[in-house]
């Protein structure tokens, strides 16, 4: 790979001491066919000097041969590879691509694909800081910016760069721009919560290079940032949710003096000696200790002096607690500190991307998947689906590929509830269909139907059943078996 520093011919050990320690922006790119999304990520990765000198001189070779692009790379060429693999059937929905600079890593979630691109992109966003929207100069906003701009904004992105591309073919207008722009400010209303979006626009051209490391002289009157120096500088929102939130992925019985509850901390962090509540029982316990070492290691008669332990484990650590007190908890169920504790419900009102072509039923029972919790729903009512080029909300009774909606969601036992937007990792699902157990659709919680206590649609238990439960979980607690009442 061409030298990105020369740190790293110096001295590679601090080279990499610095890499490690830098900030990562995830972002993707969004734009219509042949606005210029490919060109921009080889652009990226080829300023950034990301890329290896075969590959290099390996499309400097084909861009002469395919001739799309005079004299110039076609740096799309770099990125398009993904296209012959998906010829040979290989799907791959999302690609991630990495450059750094000084001062950021970075990810791209590549999001190929127009048919289902609501799919890719719902897929590639979840996890962004930033959506850049690619913007043809010579087409202006489109009905893809704007179903774009919408997905990145439902999503919860809180950065969107309107990049206006192939300034080069309207010879670096200002007055193009400022249409353009002007064009884009009247679809911002519509965005869901776009007064906590920062945007940026920026004239550029991937081809030429213009305005992506440095500012470019054919376009003197723009006073803004270079691309690369944005994406260095704009304020990442990290996820500030400090409720602590641990979905348990399993009970951890690697010997009867040992009882932990394994999970990846979704928010938060918790020590030694705070309260807990288990929802949805809402039992509550003290945390007795905090393990970092893999607890699947610990000899069979161990005792505690083989567990590594610390006072504190914060978001995103993968942990296992104890708890001072015996209770009962198991797959899916979520621990929180007593004192942020979140609506338990099985009634949520939620936002759904439906992705797949056969069209979402109301009442059809679904399998819904949000963190460690797999239970059984079914969508009750859809209150609108969104027109999202007129931004006009529709009635309807079932969804079509590529559809977004608000519905009602009712699933077959409570569940501890975020809201998407305070909380991307508890506030969101996939939905599966129970037959094909493909993925069909992704929802965002919005807000919870408290359901006081008990839930009013979970099924009474036979005598029978109860004592089978009972008997389980006496004699083979490692199966984590919940407790029926
Ligand atoms: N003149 C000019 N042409 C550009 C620019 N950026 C991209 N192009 C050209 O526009 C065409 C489409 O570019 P791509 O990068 O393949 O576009 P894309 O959005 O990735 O297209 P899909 O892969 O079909 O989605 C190519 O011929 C590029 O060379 C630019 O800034 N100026």
């Given at each position: 790979m061409a030298h990105q520093s020369d740190l790293i011919a110096e001295n590679i050990e601090q080279y990499l001491k610095e890499h490690e320690h830098k900030e990562i922006?995830?972002?993707?790119?969004?734009?219509?066919?042949?606005?210029?999304?490919?060109?921009?990520?080889?652009?990226?990765?080829?300023?950034?000097?990301?890329?290896?000198?075969?590959?290099?001189?390996?499309?400097?070779?084909?861009?002469?041969?395919?001739?799309?692009?005079?004299?110039?790379?076609?740096?799309?060429?770099?990125?398009?590879?993904?296209?012959?693999?998906?010829?040979?059937?290989?799907?791959?929905?999302?690609?991630?691509?990495?450059?750094?600079?000084?001062?950021?890593?970075?990810?791209?979630?590549?999001?190929?694909?127009?048919e289902q691109y609501t799919r890719n992109m719902a897929t590639g966003a979840s996890t962004a800081d930033l959506a850049i929207i690619l913007i043809d100069a010579r087409q202006g906003v489109l009905t893809q910016t704007k179903r774009h701009s919408y997905i990145a904004s439902l999503l919860g992105i809180k950065n969107l760069i309107v990049a206006i591309n192939k300034m080069d073919l309207v010879d670096f207008s200002q007055e193009r721009f400022k249409e353009i722009k002007k064009d884009y400010e009247e679809i911002i209303p519509n965005l869901p919560g776009n007064a906590d979006i920062n945007f940026n626009y920026i004239p550029i051209s991937a081809l030429d290079g213009d305005n992506i490391v440095s500012n470019s002289a054919k376009c003197s009157w723009y006073e803004g940032l270079p691309l690369m120096r944005l994406l260095d500088s704009v304020e990442i929102h990290h996820d500030e949710n400090d409720d602590f939130r641990l979905p348990v992925q399993y009970v951890s019985r690697p010997h009867l003096n040992f009882r932990g509850f394994s999970g990846?901390?979704?928010?938060?962090?918790?020590?030694?000696?705070?309260?807990?509540?288990?929802?949805p029982s809402r039992k509550i316990s003290v945390v007795k200790s905090i393990v970092s070492n893999d607890v699947k290691d610990l000899r069979p008669i161990g005792k505690d002096e083989t567990v590594e332990t610390i006072e504190t484990a914060y978001a995103p650590m993968a942990t296992t607690i104890t708890l001072k007190d015996e209770i009962d908890?198991?797959?899916?169920?979520?621990?929180?500190?007593?004192?942020?504790?979140?609506?338990?419900?099985?009634?949520?009102?939620?936002?759904?991307?439906?992705?797949?072509?056969?069209?979402?039923?109301?009442?059809?029972?679904?399998?819904?998947?949000?963190?460690?919790?797999?239970?059984?729903?079914?969508?009750?009512?859809?209150?609108?689906?969104?027109?999202?080029?007129?931004?006009?909300?529709?009635?309807?009774?079932?969804?079509?590929?590529?559809d977004i909606a608000k519905c009602s969601l009712s699933v077959d036992r409570q569940i501890a509830v975020d809201s998407y937007y305070e909380n991307r990792h508890t506030g969101s699902f996939i939905i599966i269909d129970r037959y094909t157990n493909s993925t069909v659709g992704a929802g965002m919680i919005v807000d919870a139907v408290e359901t006081q206590g008990k839930d009013e649609e979970l099924r009474e238990y036979t005598k029978a059943e109860i004592a089978l439960n009972q008997y389980i979980r006496d004699n083979f607690p490692e199966w984590g078996c919940k407790e029926i009442l």
């Open positions: 922006l995830r972002f993707i790119t969004c734009g219509s066919v042949d606005d210029g999304k490919s060109t921009l990520i080889g652009r990226l990765l080829y300023d950034s000097k990301m890329i290896f000198e075969d590959q290099l001189a390996s499309i400097e070779k084909d861009s002469k041969k395919s001739g799309t692009t005079g004299d110039k790379i076609d740096l799309a060429l770099l990125v398009d590879g993904l296209a012959s693999e998906r010829e040979q059937g290989i799907t791959i929905d999302v690609a991630y691509r990495f450059f750094s600079t000084d001062k950021r890593k970075f990810i791209i979630a590549d999001t190929p694909g127009h990846t901390i979704a928010s938060g962090k918790i020590s030694v000696g705070d309260e807990i509540t288990v929802l908890i198991s797959r899916g169920d979520m621990i929180v500190k007593s004192n942020s504790i979140p609506q338990v419900s099985n009634k949520l009102n939620v936002m759904v991307v439906w992705m797949d072509e056969k069209p979402m039923e109301l009442n059809n029972s679904y399998i819904i998947k949000r963190a460690t919790s797999v239970i059984n729903g079914s969508f009750k009512a859809i209150e609108f689906k969104k027109d999202i080029n007129s931004f006009k909300e529709i009635f309807t009774d079932s969804l079509e590929l590529n």
